[in-house]
DNA sequence: CAATAATTTTAATCTTCATTAAAATAATGC
DNA sequence: GCATTATTTTAATGAAGATTAAAATTATTG
């Protein structure tokens, strides 16, 4: 956590790499893109990059890291939101889905965890069990003050995950199917949860 | 589709093989994947694939293969299944989702297209979008006879092929857990679709 | 069994890429 | 302007891994 929010205070040239960095990760993997290929969007030398980062999978950490963080303020802040556990779950929606299709964006998540270094994969695995865990806690709140549907909140937890994470597959830096994504998802997954109103 | 046809035909050992190669570029993706890694779990030297086939480009060409074809089966069953629009999309997701936590299974879906040759890339896609249309298609059925609700059939398809899409991150080999998704998620994903009889 | 075809291996080759060290350049504070 | 620090490049090095060709092995069949 204390590292996670360290990542907002680096340099505007690193900040610029790791949003590069992500963006050749979600786009040919961890090992389908080169340095250099990093490096050249920001119009450096691949050796450049070990200025700022000790190797490349450090690259791919600090890209989790920064995603686990975004996550996690997005579910903050939904928690913080006034309403039923139904309105958070949708605000988080909205939240998540807003940073998963942002512009050249921060960060994007992607399926690489196996790429990482035992030490690292144990730390981003347990930021991501921590975030799964509160999404679930927050649907049994849903499902206890009769907002949610009754359901088997880790694998609904799964589902929604699953299709959150598949979206920078969607939009192919098309801007507009980014935002029209952005705007539809958030109802789509949710309307499954929804109790009704009789 | 005549060559998705023939995948079927392949000899023992070629399919084997591919089996292998799924499942090593869904734990590693594809350039993370060396083809002395699928041919150890063939108890074989990296070299003997070439026999199968012409190069590594290949083998995630006809995994992509093997999985449209594995996909149109599944919604040509579901369609021709009894029922309303409805009922054929649920059928069509506990199909989708067994094959897709199938035992070592047949061919899991990865996202290495961006690995493809252009022309290789350009058929797969086509494959994928048909079967998209032809989903998209079936909602709107379900739309008109009145099992499904108003929503948007894109993004709808896109958020269920999403989740469907990443079961295989799910369950780590952990043939329990698989199960249990399989069993889970044609519900969780088709009740944001059911009209609620009144 | 002999002959032919099917498989697999060994032993190169060649390219791509991560990584490093030393040198060059730009920036900044004094 | 000078000294120091920050940033980037050039030029190696070394390993990993795809690919190939020729040789060895195994299976099949007449």
Redesign the interface.
């Known amino acids: 956590m204390a590292q996670a929010a360290e990542a907002s205070r680096f340099s505007l040239q690193k900040d610029r790499m790791l949003r590069a960095a992500a963006l050749c990760f979600n786009?040919?993997?961890?090992?389908?893109t080169s340095l250099k290929d990093v490096a050249s969007h920001l119009g450096l030398t691949d050796a450049a990059l070990y200025y700022y980062v000790k190797n490349k999978e450090e690259l791919v950490y600090l890209c989790y890291l920064r995603a686990a963080e975004l996550g996690r303020e997005a579910l903050d802040e939904a928690l913080e939101a006034e309403g039923s556990a139904f309105d958070k779950v949708r605000r988080y929606l909205r939240l998540h889905s807003r940073f998963m299709v942002g512009p050249p964006g921060p960060v994007a998540i992607m399926?690489?965890i196996?790429?990482l270094r035992p030490e690292h994969r144990a730390e981003i695995l347990s930021l991501s069990r921590e975030h799964s865990a509160r999404f679930e806690r927050l649907l049994r709140d849903g499902i206890a003050d009769g907002s949610i549907?009754h359901?088997?909140v880790r694998?609904?937890g799964?589902?929604?995950?699953?299709?959150?994470?598949?979206?920078p597959?969607?939009h192919h830096g098309d801007m507009a199917v980014a935002e029209?994504?952005k705007d539809?998802?958030p109802?789509?997954?949710?309307?499954?949860?929804k109790v009704?109103a009789?």
Chains 1, 2 share one sequence.
Request: proline content about 2%.
């Open positions: 786009q040919k993997g961890f090992s389908g399926s690489e196996p790429s549907v359901c088997d694998m609904t799964n589902a929604i995950m699953g299709a959150l994470n598949w979206i597959k969607w029209h994504v539809s998802f109802d789509i997954l949710s309307r499954g949860l009704e009789d």
